[in-house]
């Protein structure tokens, strides 16, 4: 099932969200593998080698999931000799490599990651996350929207290849409007909507405890109950931003039907994440891949490039 992106056609809309089966050489390498996938992202990396949180940092039931890893990764330059070393597998099955890059350095520190990779042809595109929730005591650039200018301001000056930005999920028009206007001045390639809903809290009533260890029990929510804000900040982004710039759609899928309803609502491609914990990423995307084949077929679509978004259509 094609679909085009960022000008190429690509096997299928799926990609792995970021921090999900991507933080060692080994799990990438399983990914690349995956029939199916069309992209790789990264885990999100910093100048440093991160241990992350202390565990327990997961956890999920059957409606979603909460994570507080503390971005725990190799350092970014561990994510250059990966994207080189699973090249010409990558390029065998059409895929290609993405890195998530952190905001936790600052933007010199991203500045210094971003000139590495674009020294990197391999990396086909850099994702740059100013939505991590997890950093105790640390903002989101993204919720502030003097920061978030300042940051692209900054990050895009030279930046060639194509970049996009993971986005948290936002709740009011007036930071939807403030966001898009900041978007239109710095063009992405892509956005990706939506990170975990921060700092939500789980507690097992049973033990008396929290569900996991870092910050009072506090981490960011995916999964299946995220998908009506995730919808909903794709098809506000898709309005705001005209058809110019691509969406990435995250957060809820679990069937073919979940990620036909992205498309539905704006988005271009799509990122997995909890599901591919929950069910493992090989046999996520090809259960969800024939939901969305057999959806598309009783829907009369031989193509996902003839999917118009419900708010671009006539009433
Ligand atoms: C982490 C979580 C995120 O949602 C994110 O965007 C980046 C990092 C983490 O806890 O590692």
């Not at 190799?74 to 905001?103: D, M, P, Q, T, W």
Request: aromatic content about 10%; proline content about 5%.
């Amino acid at each position: 099932m094609e679909k085009s992106f960022i000008n190429h056609l690509f096997k299928s809309p799926i990609m792995n969200a970021a921090g999900v089966y991507d933080t060692t050489y080994e799990e990438l390498d399983l990914l690349a593998g995956v029939e199916g996938l069309s992209l790789i992202v990264s885990k999100s990396c910093t100048l440093e080698k991160r241990d992350g949180n202390p565990e327990p940092r997961y956890y999920h039931d059957r409606i979603c999931s909460v994570n507080s890893t503390g971005l725990a990764n190799k350092g970014y330059k561990y994510y250059g000799e990966v994207a080189k070393r699973l090249n010409s597998k990558l390029e065998l099955s059409g895929k290609k490599f993405i890195v998530s890059i952190a905001s936790l350095d600052g933007i010199t520190g991203m500045k210094q990651m971003i000139t590495y990779f674009s020294g990197i042809d391999e990396v086909f595109a850099l994702e740059l996350n100013l939505s991590c929730p997890n950093i105790v005591g640390k903002s989101q650039p993204a919720y502030d929207f003097e920061q978030l200018n300042l940051y692209l301001g900054i990050l895009t000056e030279d930046l060639e290849k194509p970049w996009g930005i993971k986005l948290p999920p936002y709740f009011d028009n007036c930071h939807f409007q403030k966001v898009a206007s900041i978007l239109s001045k710095y063009k992405p390639s892509f956005i990706t909507c939506v990170n975990s809903i921060p700092l939500t809290l789980h507690i097992d009533p049973d033990e008396e405890k929290y569900q996991i260890a870092p910050n009072w029990g506090r981490g960011g929510l995916g999964g299946a109950c995220i998908k009506s804000i995730a919808l909903a900040n794709v098809q506000t982004f898709r309005q705001l931003l005209g058809g110019d710039i691509p969406i990435i759609g995250c957060g809820g899928i679990t069937r073919g039907k979940d990620l036909f309803e992205h498309i539905l609502a704006g988005a271009s491609m799509v990122q997995i994440g909890t599901q591919f914990y929950k069910e493992g990423p090989r046999k996520a995307v090809s259960r969800i891949m024939k939901e969305l084949e057999d959806h598309l077929e009783k829907r009369g679509y031989s193509t996902l490039d003839e999917i118009i978004p419900l708010c671009c259509r006539e009433i």
